[in-house]
């Protein structure tokens, strides 16, 4: 029996490619997971430490996107596909840390209240980009920013992913509510 799986497995790989045995796995290895609603406890506490500290150095920031749901993420991402826009992200509903309460997006908020997505202003005029040096303190608290991304730069992007792929998110595995970022 195991000798006739293990050719059925073999056969799905060679007919439809490596992407076959993920349509193999069993539902019983996918974890059951309560449903995603808001940003982990640790990204929240760690955005406003970001927000708290760009500003004791003159940058004012604002948090554009936080959690996403599968639905939200699908507009987005439909945007310069199927719908008017240009488009902005290559992750699907459930592809994006968004989905999982684990990422957020900002900007940078002029003192006439405009938002801009500059990253070369110097609104603080110390000589440097406002938007590095909010990475570098994103980067600080334990952020991934998507700028540093080869494929599809997202400048806007902080992430903290928990040790955890997007493939093991979709499978139900989940930061523990007092878990801490890998800094």
């Known amino acids: 029996m195991l000798?006739?799986?293990?050719?059925?497995?073999?056969?799905?790989?060679?007919?439809?490619?490596?992407?076959?045995?993920?349509?193999?796995?069993?539902?019983?290895?996918?974890?059951?997971?309560?449903?995603?609603?808001?940003?982990?406890?640790t990204v929240l506490a760690k955005k406003n430490e970001l927000v708290a500290e760009t500003r004791k150095i003159g940058i004012t920031i604002m948090i554009t996107d936080g959690f996403r749901s599968h639905e939200e993420q699908n507009i987005i991402y439909e945007q310069g596909r199927t719908a008017i826009g240009q488009i902005v992200t290559n992750a699907r509903g459930g592809e994006s840390y968004h989905n999982y309460g684990l990422a957020i997006d900002f900007a940078l908020r002029l003192a006439d209240g405009s938002v801009i997505w500059d990253l070369e202003h110097d609104g603080n005029g110390n000589g440097k980009s406002d938007?590095?040096?909010?990475?570098?303190?994103?980067?600080?608290?334990?952020?991934?920013?998507?700028?540093?991304?080869?494929?599809?730069?997202?400048?806007?992007?902080?992430?903290?992913?928990?040790?955890?792929?997007?493939?093991?998110?979709?499978?139900?595995?989940r930061p523990s509510v007092d878990e801490q970022a890998d800094s």
């Open 3 to 41: 000798l006739l799986m293990v050719w059925a497995v073999m056969a799905a790989v060679i007919w439809r490619g490596i992407e076959a045995l993920e349509w193999s796995i069993p539902e019983s290895v996918i974890e059951p997971a309560p449903p995603v609603t808001e940003l982990h406890p």
């Open 131 to 173: 938007w590095m040096e909010v990475v570098g303190i994103a980067k600080g608290l334990g952020f991934t920013w998507g700028g540093d991304w080869d494929r599809f730069p997202d400048y806007p992007h902080l992430q903290m992913d928990f040790g955890y792929s997007i493939r093991e998110l979709q499978r139900g595995k």
